[in-house]
């Protein structure tokens, strides 16, 4: 089984900064990726970031230029973090897990952005 509890949303003015973090639990070895997706109302949910076990890092386009997404192998922790946030820019953010081709989901932190 895998836990993964994730911080740091909020609310935000426009052009400011968060960073959340994910961390995980439980049945944790041999893990393909760790990432972020997002789900405003009405939307489908979207890839904002997702990094690999070798590094190699990937980004929405709505996102590029603006996130980081990194992490922590001793802590078992994702980190996005966010800068020059736009209103569009306000959902819930999901961290997302791949281990042998499963996908396990957070429990997702509301991001809100105010113009």
């Known amino acids: 089984q895998v836990r993964l509890v994730e911080s740091g949303g909020g609310l935000v003015q426009a052009g400011g900064s968060l960073r959340l973090a994910c961390a995980a639990s439980g049945s944790i070895f041999s893990i393909t990726a760790m990432g972020w997706y997002r789900q405003a109302p009405g939307k489908q949910r979207e890839l904002v970031a997702h990094i690999t076990s070798d590094g190699t890092t990937n980004y929405g386009d709505s996102v590029k230029g603006r996130c980081t997404i990194s992490r922590d192998n001793a802590k078992n922790t994702v980190y996005l973090e966010m800068n020059s946030l736009k209103p569009e820019d306000t959902a819930v953010y999901y961290c997302?897990?791949?281990?042998?081709?499963?996908?396990?989901w957070g429990q997702g932190t509301q991001v809100t952005v105010s113009s």
């Open positions: 997302n897990l791949v281990r042998f081709a499963y996908n396990y």
